[in-house]
């Protein structure tokens, strides 16, 4: 039990996909600009996330690993994850037009977001089983959120804020991203210090 | 090398017939009239009529909230064929959207000016230089765009024309603000007061 959230722990704040691993930057620079959308987009990335670290630990474990073609891994987790979004996407058009408008537009953009991808690699190259797969998809991805909703907010502030003019759009997003990323180093070690 | 090529078309033949299947399976049926109204609508999602994409304003055409008239890409053949599809009138297009999304200038055609003074008298800037019977013209650097000339003009002969962007000219784009967020609204607003007595002094 300890175990699981020590990986959470690690996965949320110290090894955080966006400001420490910088994956995912798109989404994190390009829908943070209004809450509601931030929210949207963390919301359907958690989703994806967790469903992808799922579904392509079972497609390595039980066809890549079997036939001895891992050096495919990449494009087979590719396939799977926009399969398997897609599928859902489906699904959730039919059974809940409500969730649909919520997550809808962003379902598939995330597919082919690089923290999608990166969770499903780095599952299988720490050797995680799959309960640790899937917990560790979901802690990236709460990971993300909790990043993605922190910026947004900041950055609507930022859009009244008095900016130096050199500074002002995408300049002063960077910046403040990288003081964020410099505040999330301060995380290091939390795992360890836990145990 | 044979195996993985046979477990990828194994597996995408896979995915593909499951995909396949629940598109049949899981079909959203959609208002049969928003659809038509989609066909027609250019698929450009330029934004222009103001909602978030084409889909969106054909739902708002169909439910009767959105006028048949808002979309400049389409021109008057959209509004033609829309008029004709839905049974209601054509309507003149509106550009009002589309004109004041950029800043404008009022420009006199000067062929067809008469020199009756009228626009001079509305200019709240003075921006507009001539006499009683002589050609006038609009100093571009003073028009702050108002449109206030053009209704006075007997012979209709002052255009708004968008101002073209040059390099001298740009700045950064605004600030966002919600306008709902009252006390951004408030810094916003003096800010801008403070920048207006600035330009005036």
Known sequence: MNEYFLLLVSTIFVNNFVLVKFLGLCPFMGSSRKLEVATGMALATTFVLTLSSASSYLVNTYILLPLEIEYLR??????????????????????????YQVLGMFLPLITTNCAVLGVALLNVQTGYGFFESVLFGF????????????????RERLAVADVPEIFQGAPIGLITAGIMAIAFLGFAGLDKGLH | MITGILAFVALASFFGLVLGLSAVIFKVESSPVVDQIDALLPQTQCGQCSFAGCHQYAQAIASGDAPINKCPPGGDNLIQSLADLLDVEALPLDETEAAHSGPIVAVIIEDTCIGCTLCIQACPVDAILGAAKQ???????????????????????????????????W?????????NNQAASTIYTTLDQVLAENTQA
């Open chain 1, 74 to 99: 990449t494009i087979a987790f590719i396939l799977v994850i926009a399969a398997v979004v897609n599928f859902t996407e489906m699904v959730v058009h039919k059974t809940s037009p409500m969730l």
């Open chain 2, 171 to 179: 700045r950064w784009p605004e600030p966002q603000y919600h306008t």
């Open chain 2, 135 to 169: 050609m006038h013209t609009v100093i571009e650097s003073e028009c702050t765009g108002c449109e206030l000339c053009v209704a006075p003009c007997p012979v209709d002969c002052i255009e708004m024309i968008p101002i073209k962007q040059t390099i001298s000219n």
């Open chain 1, 139 to 154: 802690g990236a991805a709460i990971g993300f959120s909790l990043v993605m909703i922190l910026f947004a907010s900041i």
